[in-house]
């Protein structure tokens, strides 16, 4: 069973957390439980259901004032009891609203997360686990490289950057996980600079690199999607020398907001028509020949 108590929907977490209260038996089928915690008046029925719950695999928590570019809100929550006596042992957990350092004995207590989210550190956080705890970790999602701990053997990283992570020596811990890591997805703001400029450099020492993804990352677009019409529109050179250096890479995605046209081997493709979007598609596989998979799309408005 699937719960889902985020953005629009979180209005319910107070009635679902009285459901589980007064039926626990019903926790023992959840097995994905997304929360969206807003004010303290929820403290305590939030804290009361999760430790009803001994199934849950995959756990997000994030906060109702969190933004993007809102980032003091958004992982400051100290209140980690609510969590604290949970019997579930996570293979995912996602924190985006308490405070990592407040979370110590969380992390001692769940030694199967294989797959950690914490979007919500500051540039001068370091990686906020001791070496013993999460033992089976594989995969981390973060906000900045310098953060990402470079002694584990990470399979999957995601990173989600912003505007001042976007230099090219900001990327280099990614050479640590040359031996393991497997899937790199990079969010990014400045889709033009990142391709040309940052990628080439981030992925030049990864080897066993099967799949990449790119998302150009604007939150203001998501809230309100008619201001794609104001955003600065560019074409971008593609890069695919720094595609042809992962012998691996068998898939590539890219989404872009504001590139509408990209340069490969002398011939411009625009990305505003399906038929263009295949050809440039079609004459990237053609020159990385290991890959079987590519995923390319510009968002649009309609404006009817």
Same mark, same amino acid.
């Given at each position: 069973m699937d719960i889902d108590l985020s953005g629009s929907r979180a209005y319910l977490l107070t009635r679902w957390c009285s459901s589980v209260a007064s039926s626990p038996r019903v926790a023992a089928f959840i097995r994905v439980l997304t929360l969206?915690?807003? +004010?303290?008046?929820?403290?305590?029925?939030?804290?009361?259901?999760?430790? /009803?719950c001994s199934n849950i695999e995959r756990m997000t928590i994030c906060s109702s004032s969190a933004t993007y570019l809102d980032r003091d809100s958004d992982g400051a929550a100290i209140q980690t009891w609510i969590i604290a006596k949970c019997p579930s042992r996570f293979s995912f957990f996602r924190n985006g609203y308490f405070r990592n350092s407040y979370l110590s004995a969380f992390w001692t207590a769940q030694s199967r997360i294989r797959f950690l989210s914490i979007p919500n550190l500051l540039i001068a956080d370091p990686f906020p686990l001791h070496e013993e705890q999460l033992p089976a970790l594989r995969g981390l999602e973060t906000s900045w490289a310098h953060s990402l701990p470079t002694a584990r053997p990470l399979e999957r990283i995601q990173l989600r950057l912003y505007p001042h992570s976007l230099e090219v020596p900001e990327l280099s811990p990614l050479h640590s996980f040359s031996g393991t890591l497997t899937r790199l997805n990079i969010?990014?703001?400045?889709?033009?600079?990142?391709?040309?400029?940052? /990628?080439?450099q981030a992925v030049r020492e990864l080897p066993r690199l099967v799949h990449l993804g790119i998302k150009e990352q604007h939150s203001d677009v998501y809230r309100e999607p008619e201001r794609m019409m104001q955003m600065d529109l560019c074409d971008c050179h593609f890069p695919i020398v720094a595609l042809e250096r992962?012998?691996?890479?068998?898939?590539?995605?890219?989404?872009? #907001?504001?590139?509408?046209?990209?340069?490969?081997?002398?011939?411009?493709?625009? /990305?505003?028509?399906?038929?263009?979007?295949?050809?440039?598609?079609?004459?990237?596989?053609?020159?990385?020949?290991?890959?079987?998979?590519?995923?390319? +799309? #510009?968002?649009?408005v309609d404006t009817k």
């Open positions: 969206e915690l807003p +004010g303290a008046a929820q403290f305590s029925l939030s804290s009361t259901a999760p430790k /009803l969010l990014s703001p400045h889709i033009k600079y990142f391709l040309e400029q940052a /990628l080439p992962l012998p691996s890479l068998a898939s590539l995605v890219l989404y872009t #907001y504001t590139v509408v046209e990209f340069t490969l081997d002398a011939r411009n493709y625009t /990305l505003e028509t399906p038929a263009e979007v295949e050809a440039l598609g079609r004459a990237v596989m053609a020159r990385c020949p290991r890959m079987i998979n590519t995923g390319l +799309g #510009y968002f649009t």
